[in-house]
């Protein structure tokens, strides 16, 4: 059973029960479910993943004037709850899974995750904000939420704002093109391997991202990044084997060996499957750039698609931002 079905019928046959029967002041005004940090709130668990913060819970959000009054007595009757459920032994918290689940005042459940300005104010703080925070914000379910405080937030931290969004396009597409189309070659041309393999990641990760944004989502902790992917739409399906291939591949030193032969093209070298990969994927997501209407121009290169998609930016202030701003 995954963790976010079990954390739902454990607040039916537990919780609710509890709530009805303690607290019944709270009707109406308390928020319940499962969001946040872990792999369950994704609907990632596995049978690896409960070895640690895994096991029948769940998060009650309240009002600040409700836990003011009721956190206390509220959380030690969540304690009282019983520990394993359905035969899933109860939830045991590591050093770092502390207070994910149990009672939580509303504000400070988001605070964690973006600030005191929920949702931000500014596009630019929207532009610094780490995507797998916003992830972790919005992620899992709620299970009611009657008041409808908690989920008001939750609403508005759903998406990025488009100048936001195109922004963030702009820098991944330009990081894709430095450390995939221009740096990978250049450290396999001097032997750098490991450097090179270092900007094969960058690239990666960068391209992953690229993928998420193009879909209007937040992309997750680096660990769930391409595991993702796999409910995406719009170029997942294109670009995650080719990704998965290139991540696979060993070191292409072999194909950088005769720089001097006419075959050998120093600046996009076809004989490294690798490279072949890079410009595969970089070919796609232009493609998708195309179709979304954030660039018109046909380079194969990606950096001046970064620059074009920039374009694209209404807010002044945001327009004005170097183009790797929000990388």
Known sequence: MKGLELSRRYYDACGKPMLERQFPQLAGRVAVGLVGEG??????????????????????????????????????AYD???????????????????????????HAFYRQFVGEEQPPRS???WLYLPDAALASA????????????????????????????IQKLAARAAIMAQSGQYNYGRCMRRGETVAAELALREFVQAAISLVYLLNRRYTPY????????ADLPILAPAVAPLLQELMELGVQGQA???????????????????????????GKAIRELHAQGLTTRDDDFLEPHAWEIQKRIQDPVLRRCHVMEGA
């Open 123 to 125: 596009l630019l703080r």
């Open 80 to 106: 009282a709850l019983p520990k394993d459920f359905l035969g899933v032994p109860g939830r045991i918290a590591s050093s770092q899974g502390g207070g994910r689940v149990g009672v939580q005042e509303i």
């Open 138 to 165: 919005t992620n899992g379910e709620v299970f009611a939420d009657p008041l409808g405080e908690f989920s008001a937030i939750r609403s508005a931290l759903s998406a990025y704002p488009e100048d936001v969004r």
């Open 222 to 229: 680096y660990k769930w990044m391409f595991r993702g992917m």
């Open 256 to 282: 950088w060996e005769n720089q001097d032969s006419p075959r050998f093209n120093p600046y996009v070298n076809r004989l490294d499957r690798k490279v072949q990969l890079i410009e595969s994927i970089c």
């Open 39 to 76: 792999s369950e709130c994704l609907g990632f668990d596995d049978a690896i993943s409960r070895d640690h913060d895994f096991g029948p819970a769940f998060c009650l959000w309240l009002t600040q004037e409700d836990y003011d009054a009721y956190g206390k007595d509220l959380q030690a």
